[in-house]
């Protein structure tokens, strides 16, 4: 199950990259046509792979979501449910899944991030982006910007789900590259989700 306006923002992002969505456009759903313009895209693997998660999000109540449960089990921590925070589970999941790895001792926790390949003079697609919150820390990972200059970033548990969320650049402590390749970033008008809940 995917929430469907989660993914619209995805798609308006897509449609704002200059991906197609001749058939159904930005329509809510994460189908075969979403998912083929997503690896049309010039970006980086781990980005397309973190691009097809979003929408996954958190189960209410005794219940847990079974993928949120599989991005934690890429860690060391031993959760059995999806309230654990798990922004930091999530990139270690996606860098799994892409075939990276990131050397960390423990990727759940979401400022070990800021250890990751080469540090970033300024933040393109796919740079890791570390900031503070009161009690631990919040990653992401850099997809474009909004015309007023804040930076796009997807990430999990982002008001408890995977989405793309605006943040003022400001925030970030640490911008990290998996590689030594910049990759400029897209203007795209999204709105964010309003509330973001963080690791």
């Not at 270690?92 to 790895?101: H, R, T």
């Not at 970033?120 to 740079?127: F, H, L, Q, T, V």
Request: some cysteine; proline content about 3%; glycine content about 10%.
């Amino acid at each position: 199950m995917r929430n469907k306006n989660t993914v619209k923002q995805l798609q308006n992002y897509i449609l704002q990259s200059g991906a197609k969505l001749p058939k159904f456009g930005a329509d809510g759903d994460l189908g075969s046509e979403t998912k083929e313009a997503i690896e049309k895209l010039d970006i980086p693997k781990y980005v397309k792979i973190a691009l097809n998660e979003v929408g996954v999000y958190e189960i209410v109540g005794k219940l847990h979501s079974a993928r949120i449960l599989e991005y934690q089990a890429t860690t060391a921590g031993k959760y059995t449910e999806d309230e654990t925070p798990w922004c930091g589970a999530f990139i270690s999941w996606v860098m799994k899944q892409a075939g990276i790895n990131h050397g960390l001792k423990t990727p759940e926790r979401a400022k070990d991030w800021m250890n990751f390949g080469y540090e970033a003079k300024e933040p393109g697609i796919g740079s890791i982006a570390v900031k503070s919150r009161v009690g631990g820390g919040h990653v992401c990972i850099v997809v474009g910007k909004t015309n007023d200059g804040k930076l796009l970033c997807v990430g999990g548990n982002q008001n408890n789900e995977v989405n793309i969320h605006a943040y003022n650049s400001s925030v970030f402590e640490s911008f990290r590259n998996h590689d030594k390749i910049h990759y400029p970033l897209v203007t795209a008008n999204i709105v964010s989700i309003s509330k973001v809940t963080e690791a």
